[in-house]
């Protein structure tokens, strides 16, 4: 019997059990960095639930596609917080298990963003917003899990190419629908986004970044205030450490005035 992609990927015995390892694997790496934070018990279940189930729960309610599977399946949650338990008791910074969880990452991020473009291809989206879901099904809990704890995620920039391997393979899988190719074709496309998502990690390939803008901004008067401050600092600096005094006009130097009238101490 034939069927789509999309019942394919959510039915497929293999695939969900892939897919709640991804979540085992998120799970963990959410525990470790509320364990870099020294956080605390909540802090480890939230953003191990958050980076294993974030993007899912997003595209579930951007497509008001009934209760998010997060929540319907409780071995979604259970996965999760067992995986940011893990972290909680058992130290994850050797290399070997690094490398592992990097792997077990790159194949749900692959099969993630093959999910949520199929489950948008099924409502009915049009190529590029299902595209889009796809990609923030892939990376969506990573990003929840860097603003929750503060800091710029890692998919903005400055990491290896994340969220272009999950564009890539949300890409191929709306090839797959389009030329209505065997549901089985999917597998191919996930598996290219995970590849990427290796080799990336291996060889540290970076889209590259804007150089800093190091353009003066200050207006004039700003300027010559920012300047007036520097001197000041500096003879100040100056003064204390060696107790001269420089010649200056006092009539135009509110420093020199300040240090005529009420002269530092300097130990003898």
């Not at 972290?87 to 099969?111: K, N, P, Q």
Request: include cysteine; glycine fraction near 10%; charged fraction near 15%.
């Amino acid at each position: 019997m034939n069927t789509t992609p999309d019942h394919f990927l959510l039915t497929n015995q293999l695939l969900i059990a892939i897919d709640l390892i991804g979540v085992f694997v998120m799970g963990i790496v959410g525990g470790s960095l509320a364990r870099r934070l020294q956080f605390d018990a909540v802090g480890y279940a939230v953003l191990g639930v958050i980076s294993g189930l974030g993007g899912g729960i997003i595209r579930d309610l951007i497509l008001n596609y009934g209760i998010p599977a997060a929540f319907a399946n409780p071995l979604y949650l259970t996965v999760g917080l067992a995986g940011s338990a893990i972290a909680y008791f058992v130290s994850s910074e050797g290399a070997m298990w690094r490398h592992t969880t990097t792997v077990l990452d790159c194949i749900a991020l692959g099969l993630w963003a093959a999910i949520g473009t199929a489950k948008s291809m099924l409502v009915g989206l049009s190529p590029l917003p299902a595209v889009m879901l796809g990609v923030t099904t892939g990376v969506g809990g990573g990003v929840i899990r860097d603003i929750a704890v503060g800091r710029i995620p890692v998919v903005f920039g400055g990491g290896p190419l994340y969220a272009t391997a999950a564009l890539l393979t949300s890409v191929l899988t709306w090839l797959v629908y389009y030329f209505d190719l065997p549901a089985w074709t999917v597998l191919i496309a996930a598996s290219c986004g995970t590849l990427l998502a290796i080799f990336a990690q291996w060889k540290q390939w970076t889209l590259p970044t804007t150089a800093p803008d190091l353009a003066v901004t200050m207006s004039p008067s700003q300027l010559r205030a920012f300047a007036r401050r520097v001197r000041k600092a500096e003879r100040r600096r100056v003064a204390i450490e060696t107790g001269a005094i420089p010649v200056v006009n006092i009539d135009n130097d509110d420093l020199a005035r300040d240090i005529l009238e009420n002269p530092p101490e300097v130990e003898p």
